[in-house]
């Protein structure tokens, strides 16, 4: 099957016409480095002299910065932030990233979700990861925060164009709050896309998934080594949560999109080149798989564009975005995808 390149390069010029609101598990990631001056005398661990702390948005944050930054800031945020100092670094970084984070709701009894690491490098060697330090909060969430949540979410989905139910699972999505945000979508016929590990039988009445093939073999229960293993994992997917359409990752096999009429496409990685880090390209592509679908896109041309941008900010470390213009520039000449 052959892409229309001029129709894709159309869609991708009006990505920015979208406005997503990402609901989830909001989180913060705390870069701390600095140079190894000397072997402590307390303990035989190095002691650091501080340098510098970078603030990056991850979990659900990251899926909304990618958003950002394609659809020039029409992204708002739903979740839980402690009543901690995190949560006043959260938002800073949320207001730089040009996020609506009006309707994050505070919990004193929670942590910000905040993921502390720790790099260190010294004249000889690159700088390197020493030690990670989570902070969150792993119980469900109380019936108090989970309405405060609802509240929110009543006020923000009217005006946005499609929801992005991104779960970490580490409690802000509870099975109530699924419900109240799938039977308000409907309502107000809103394309709701999730992004989740495990449990994906729990989003019941969602659009599209964008679950990864490791995740995806975990919920049907077998391994997917051809077309028709595919098919049929996309057929209980789809069964299960009465979804449109299901989008499987298959990391540097391209993606798998199956929908409700069981039509499967196998899209290949497109402009293969050196790897420097996959961290948050899920998200990259929830992002921009969501912002095509609420366009209009067809599940296949939303899924390409996805894909694309994957490509782009797996060139980057980190938790990295990329725009429409980069977008743009990566599509290829011709593409060509199995069916």
Do not use: W
């Amino acid at each position: 099957m052959n892409i229309d390149i001029a129709k894709l390069k159309d869609l991708i010029s009006k990505l920015n016409e979208a406005k997503i609101l990402v609901i989830g598990d909001l989180a913060l990631d705390e870069m701390v480095y600095g140079d190894t001056e000397r072997i402590s005398r307390e303990a035989p661990v190095l002691i650091l002299q501080h340098t510098h702390t970078n603030y990056i948005l991850g979990g659900a944050s990251n899926a909304a910065h990618n958003v950002s930054t394609i659809n020039n800031g029409k992204v708002s945020v739903v979740g839980i932030v402690g009543d901690d100092y995190q949560a006043n670094d959260l938002k800073n970084a949320f207001k730089e990233a040009n996020i609506d984070c009006s309707s994050l709701v505070v919990d004193k009894e929670r942590k910000t979700i905040t993921k502390t690491r720790i790099s260190g490098a010294c004249s000889q060697s690159v700088t390197q990861q020493i030690v990670r330090i989570d902070r969150q909060t792993n119980s469900p969430i109380s019936k108090v925060t989970e309405q405060k949540l609802m509240t929110e979410i009543e006020k923000q989905i009217p005006s946005c164009d499609a929801i992005i139910l991104s779960d970490y699972h580490i409690g802000t999505l509870s099975d109530n709050l699924i419900k109240f945000v799938v039977d308000l979508a409907n309502k107000y016929s809103k394309k709701i896309i999730v992004d989740a590990q495990k449990d994906l039988h729990r989003y019941i009445g969602a659009y599209s998934m964008t679950p990864n093939l490791p995740d995806t073999q975990k919920h049907v229960g077998f391994y997917l080594n051809n077309k028709e293993d595919f098919i049929k994992a996309g057929e209980k997917l789809i069964n299960n949560a009465g979804l449109s359409s299901v989008l499987i990752t298959c990391g540097s096999e391209g993606m798998v999109v199956i929908d409700k009429d069981l039509n499967y496409t196998h899209i290949p990685v497109f402009n293969k080149s050196r790897v420097f880090d996959v961290t948050g390209a899920g998200d990259t592509v929830t992002a921009t798989y969501t912002l095509a679908l609420a366009i209009g896109a067809e599940p296949v041309y939303a899924a390409i564009i996805g894909n694309i941008a994957a490509g782009i900010v797996i060139k980057q470390f980190g938790c990295a975005t990329t725009t429409i213009n980069e977008i743009l520039s990566a599509v290829p000449a011709q593409i060509n995808v199995e069916n």
